[in-house]
């Protein structure tokens, strides 16, 4: 076994301007290992994300990210998704979900699924950092938050436009018709 393998960490390149921060997988006997410093990096304001699993290793079925929301982070606009399930595993602080009108604050440890057609969001209004792991099944949402990334990489402004445009290549709406 390699010394990267053993201890999770792979050799990595500075990214281009513009450019995804990518960091390589490992593979032991055909199984993606990412370690604590790998996966991708995508900003997005004050949210930082690091896809573990984008479904290139699972056949596209699943898709994970570890997400840092920052306090008093709001986060997108109330949406649904008309071809995939999204998952939150709470892995530490306080994150607001709203669902239709009701509003649920999952703390650490908390698993929240939604399921295809629900509308929803989230967003941290603590005074503390929030990180939660997020799934997607199948992976169609990943690209949505490498689009966003995009626009903003480009200079241009995320608006509510933008990110309805960005949202509807992936089966996605905003819960309300005409606001993103």
Known sequence: ????????ESKTREPKAGEPQTHESQFISGVSVVGPGGGESIILGSTRM????????????????????APHTQGPPQHRHARHDEGFYILSGTVRFTVGNEEYDASTGTLVMVPPGTPHTF??????????????????????????????????????????????????????????
């Not at 690091?50 to 929301?69: C, K, P």
Request: charged share 20%; hydrophobic share 35%.
């Open 123 to 180: 967003a941290n209004p603590s005074d503390e950092p929030a990180v939660m792991l997020s799934t997607f099944t199948p992976d169609l949402y990943v690209q949505y938050f490498r689009d966003l990334q995009k626009v903003l990489a480009e200079g241009r402004p995320l608006t509510p436009q933008a990110n309805a445009d960005a949202m509807s290549r992936y089966a996605t709406e905003p819960a309300t018709p005409g606001l993103a």
């Open 1 to 8: 076994m390699t010394e990267e393998a053993k201890t999770g």
């Open 50 to 69: 690091r896809v573990l699993e984008d479904g290139s290793h699972t056949g596209h079925r699943l898709a994970i990210a570890e997400s840092v929301l």
